[in-house]
């Protein structure tokens, strides 16, 4: 018997090592309470991995219930590894968006590959074939060197895994801000279509049934990543770099072919990701859907060297693995499958019916658990918020030198062009790609159809923190917007919330009221929450501002429409929705005051439905070319942005102030039509033109060429970026 | 004619030129990199891809593969070869083409589309171009700066071997060189991606004649110089 020098039941309890790996006092009470005994040290690894915020969400449940998550076209809501939702014809897409945040910060490349990894085997494990990528990212201001390492090293990442695995990137959005010096944040979406046929759940049922692991060998890579992500980070989380995984992009192309074959064989009762927790979770959280026990042979498992123990093994996050219950008699069918694929994979356990998880390694049992418990019972911490004081001091801006904010915005990274970000990601492999990075959502075709997949994302954290429950409520109407802009009927969203500690009363209430704001939103704008991951105890310097990250899906039933339409001068100019000074959580206040008022921010759901719903009618039907929302930097910005990106002048004139034009009001579009429509809340402002960028309002012009617009808006990211560190 | 899509592990743009060889009106199957014959192939397409994860270097790992005999015997036997971004790789590599790729000058990724001059259009791939014209073909990749000695830049250019030059050199490739083909005419390797410029919906339909007088290779086959 191999025998492994690992801290006894007693020393765990004396010397309170269930602490190290993140469990409170009471959380270990209950554990033995659960057990009947002290639980030994693999199996506090397990329960610990299994209650960490990341995996039980035990601060956040109660939020996250809120969140409508059932319409007529939902047929799989949270739960799973990612939502389903139908688009007609047998055929659904499947999505979610997951963070990497905290393996990002310690080390960008690998922190960020493995983010998009996992997103990618969540969604191959509905048995969905993945045709977009996105991404939502932040960092702090790029004049920091170790902001600029940590950009380019999240890029290559995201690019390194992506591009190789071959599936389009297709869209994303990046905000640059102090808040998230030192502490980036990597969401990564994947969307994938599949027939409603075969949809998989992982789930372990029927007693006998064999346990198939697939995939790369277990290493000691990411042990109690899990635990990590679920921590502030500190100077010591340098130290947490063994705690990253590293991504093997080439296995998991390997491995994805291999699940989309393995899912059309009758004999797979269940698939799941080892993702995060790995094997513990994939293993306790199969068992539980499938009201069954799962037995292990960890002798059994691939590892890359001798000597990794079953605690190590339970808790490694090593990637490119799945996890598949099969019908007992079939293992072979699929061994001899991954054989093909020039994978490694062995049957490592089988489904019992005593409710357990037990784990043994040669001949001897390291864990004894009933899988209930472990995975449905971990505690739900509900505490208190605090709501701050409100700042009611009026905002003006008239005095301000706005030709030079007007200039100062336009250049900084958020508003500029991202080209830098994201020519470095493959946005056209599958030849499927109508619409792709560089102004708004992607719009993937779906295959052999002329159907597409409208896909966005979008988060508004400086709304959040003025007025949490507003700015949940813009967070999810922004994400709509860019659906709509598309033509696309939204359908479903996903979510991320990233947020800092929710053990400080503040955040406590930004979570709270923003989830709360979300929920009213969703329900308001017809698109329920299909999936979705929490990410707090974002603290580095100080907190991130509370950043839920909205992914939205949206189906264009005829995309042909989208063929043709050419942005020319001449074209007449919109200005839809009301204009007024709403500055709260803008770019101008961050530019000129450094800091957030907390102010109430307005958004009518109703109106925004309807408006929306108006103009991408008009879209579809060929009344107008283009919309697009008016988003952070307001009006001006939001031209200059056309104008740079068409490469063409601008000529409008607004019954506005010139700081309104700084403005950040909800539910605003510019549309690009022919003259003399009317478009109801819409006024006509000018129009493109071939030369020249001119803006007029009551007391402030803007005059610049389109070279002046475009190369300062290009240059944005690149001009940081050119230095040599 | 009927088309092998050489698939390696790793391989990712292999559907997309299976498609673009079908639209063309050809017939296409993948032909898995452990077979060793390509009989009853009247032409091989080689697609883009990270083939063996372009671990050691990019398209070296597929110049022991089993397959790889086979393509160099119909490429010394006449008939078309087309090795598109992992495929014009895996072609120097293999020694079917000169020359070879080595990272962008960037050092980073390039994903964008490009504007490709056709300079030659006497070549069974090309002929359904004009000499000189203008042409959309996206190109995504890591290593794309086409490297050769002077010696064989000088072979190339005497002999009209350079068949596709950039506009706007994305990677740093010796004289813009985008593709070129080898000294028979049928054996073709190009970075930018024609297989993906089949639609103007997508941005693009500039590739679809290749496929077309890749389709038509028995009629075009004049050309070849």
Redesign the interface.
Known sequence: MITFTEPTEQDIRNEKLYADMGLTDEEYDKVIGILGREPNYTETGIFSVMWSEHCSYKHSKPFLKQFPTTGDRVLMGPGEGAGVVDIGDNQAVVFKVESHNHPSAVEPYQGAATGVGGIIRDIVSIGARPIGLLNSLRFGELSEPNNRRLLRGVVAGIGGYGNCIGIPTVSGEVEFDPSYDGNPLVNAMCVGTIDHDKIQKGTARGIGNKVIYVGLKTGRDGIHGATFASEELTDESESKRPSVQIGDPFTGKKLMEATLDAIRQPELVGIQDMGAAGLTSSSAEMAAKGESGIALHLDQVPVREDGITPYEMMLSETQERMLLVVEAGSEDKFLDMFEGYELDSAVIGEVTDTDRLELFFHGEKYADIPVQPLSDEAPVYILEGEAPAQDETPYSYADQDLNKVFDALIGHPTHGSKRYIYEQYDNQVGANTVQKSGFGSGVVRVEGTDKAIAMAIDGKSRYVYADPLNGGKEAVAQTFRSIISTGALPLAMTDCLNYGSPEKPEIYHQLEASTRGMAEACEMLSTPVVSGNVSLYNESKGTILPTPVIGMVGLIEDVNFMAGVEISAGDALYLVGETTKSFAGSQIEKLIDNEIRKQARHIDLELEYARGMDLRGRLIDGEVKRITPVGRGGIAIKLAQLSAFHRLGVDVEVDLDGEDLFAENASRYIVIAPAGLDIKDGTEIGRLTDEGFHIGTHDLTIDRSIDAISNTWEGAIPQCMTSTD | MKFAVVKF??S??D??ML??AIKAGGEAEYVDYRETSLEGYDGVLIP???S????LRSGAMASVAPITRAIKEAASAGRPVLGVCNGFQILTEIGLLPGALIFNDTH?????NEVLTITNNETAFTSGYEKGESVVF?V?H?EGHYYCDDETYETLAANDRIVLTYHDNPNGSRADIAGIVNEAGNVFGLMP?P??A?E????SDDGMRLFEKMNDWEANHDYIH
């Open positions: 592990p790793g990712n743009c559907r997309d498609n673009a883009g891809g990270f063996f994860g372009d671990y980073t990724f390039i994903s964008r996206p995504a890591g991606h297989e993906r089949l103007s919906l997508l941005g």
